[in-house]
């Protein structure tokens, strides 16, 4: 796990699906200031990367899930690794919306599912976790039966941690903030330094200032 945890972290580093700017922070759609950015639709324009990743959710809901009986992705950063991942294992895919579509069927939940069927949800991120969250309560409310959720990266915020506690949710990452800093600091993309400055980030980066 801790191998794949430091590949898939020099993958998002090699393709720039992860950048580290603790000089020249980044602004989220929260306002926070961030240090570090993370867009993992990236991966998907590059096969090795993508495949990888295929194969990394798989081997986990295997490992983990062995009695799943669908993947679900959370829209729409996971829709296609949710897809990618469903297809590997030869199961039913659906995909979550944020909230129900104001026309049409009204659907939150996209494509066919049945009431208590086993579900394991692909996320592509985790920050705070609420998104995340959402998704699940909209599964259970819908019958399903979420046996977990497995993201590609998470920042490791306590607060999302708490979330998913709350939420009698479990969370498994393909790779993660740890692993990321240590991944960066061995190839030299950062410094002692900018460590330090990346941990002071990750304590409380609601209030976090260059």
Partial sequence: MENRAKKVAEYLLQIKAIKLQPSNPFTWASGWKSPIYCDNRKTLSYPDVRSYIRDSFA?????LYPDAEMIAGVATGAIAHGALAADKLGLPFIYVRSEAKAHGLGNQI?????NGQKVVVIEDLISTGGSSLNAVRALREA???????VAIFTYGFSKAADGFASENCTLDTLSNY???VEIAVET?????????????WRTDPSTWKV
């Fill in 59 to 63: 081997a986990v809901v295997s490992e």
């Fill in 110 to 114: 996209e494509g066919y599912y049945e």
């Fill in 143 to 149: 019958g399903c039966e979420v046996l977990g959720m």
């Fill in 178 to 180: 740890n692993a990321l």
């Fill in 188 to 200: 030299g993309y950062i410094g002692q330094a900018e460590v330090e400055t990346l941990k002071k």
